[in-house]
Structure formats: C-alpha cells, structure tokens
C-alpha cells in the first residue's frame, strides 16, 4: 500500500495552504482534491485575514502573487451592537499596525495556492475518488459540510 507522511482531505484555501507549509518543511503531503463545481454563478466570497494569515501567504509564495485589485488593506473598524454603547472603534493607527486585517478576493486566493501547489516539490494532487495512500496525519480541510469530519 501506498504511502504519505500527510494526507490532506479538501483543496480549498485551507486545505492548499495547509499542505504546502507542510510540504516547505519536506514532509510528503497528499492532498484529495473534489472536482471544482461549474455554474454560471460568479464566486463573490472574501476571506478577512489576520496579520499571522498574511504572514503564511507571504513565506509561501502567493501574497505578492495576487491580482492588486484581490486585496484590500482594513484601517479602520467600526463594530455597533444593539444598544447606543454598543460600539467598538479600532483603527490601525491606535493599534500600532500598518493595517487591522486584509480582505481577499477568495477565488484569486484559491487560484494563486493552486497554481503554488502545482510546483511545489513534496506535493501530489490526487482526485477525491482515488485511492487515497495511508497516512501518519490527515488533515481534514472539507469545510462545515463534511461528511468525512463527522
């Protein structure tokens, strides 16, 4: 039987950035990948990401490889609750970061990790319907639907 030092279940954000970090550090990552849906419909999601999500995109290779107009940089945050002293103002400045978060374009996100995981050494792309090799670890990166996480 075959094997892997990591079998990652879900080629999504997740799942890619997770198995290429993995692969960086020379472990032997296998990632189940579910063929891609096509509809007519536009992907309009975006992910916020924290300064430690940039930080991973960026020794991985796929921050500065993003279409310009896919990030944009968040400043200032206003958060108003139910009541008149329910508010929170945070802004960059007062907290002594160049910016809050980053909000990504989540298919240009998920294109720039595939194209990254096509060249990276220590990686295979399986489809979901192979035979998936036996691993020591396995990731589970499916999403909130998963059949497998339950």
Partial sequence: MRTTDV????????????????????LAVTMRSAARRVDASPDVR?????????????????WD???????????EMKVHGDRDDGRLDFSA??????????????AALESALATAARYAPHLTVIDEAADAPSAALQVVAEGRQSALRE
Avoid: F, M
Avoid at 18 to 23: E, I, Q, R, T, Y
Avoid at 65 to 75: H, I, M, Q, S
Avoid at 93 to 105: H, K, M, P, T
């Fill in 7 to 26: 079998l990652v279940h879900g080629a999504g954000a997740v799942g890619l950035a997770c198995g290429l970090a993995l692969a960086r550090q020379g």
């Fill in 93 to 106: 400045w007062q907290q002594g970061v160049g910016e809050l978060a980053w909000i990504v374009d989540a």
């Fill in 65 to 75: 490889a993003l279409p310009v107009d896919a990030k944009t940089a968040v400043y």
């Fill in 46 to 62: 975006a992910y916020a990401l924290n300064a430690r999500s940039l930080g991973l995109l960026q020794q991985l290779k796929v």
